[in-house]
């Protein structure tokens, strides 16, 4: 069977750096989908950061309203 990751911390921040929604203990196998409502922040680039105990990913964000 696949291993799994457990990512303690799942963060998506603004550019400047400010935390603005964080999801904590995700396991992810193979893919990972989780539905975020972003309505209530504006149009830009954001930063997600799944941080694990042995490696860290980081993805770039776009929303455009």
Not at 23 to 34: A, E, G, P, S, T
């Amino acid at each position: 069977p696949p291993r799994s990751t457990l990512f303690p911390y799942t963060t998506l921040f603004r550019s400047l750096g400010e935390q603005i929604y964080q999801l904590r203990d995700v396991m992810i196998r193979k893919k990972f989908i989780k539905e975020i409502d972003l309505r209530p922040i504006p149009s830009g680039k954001y930063l997600i950061v799944f941080s694990g105990l042995q490696r860290m990913i980081v993805s770039k964000v776009l929303v455009q309203k």
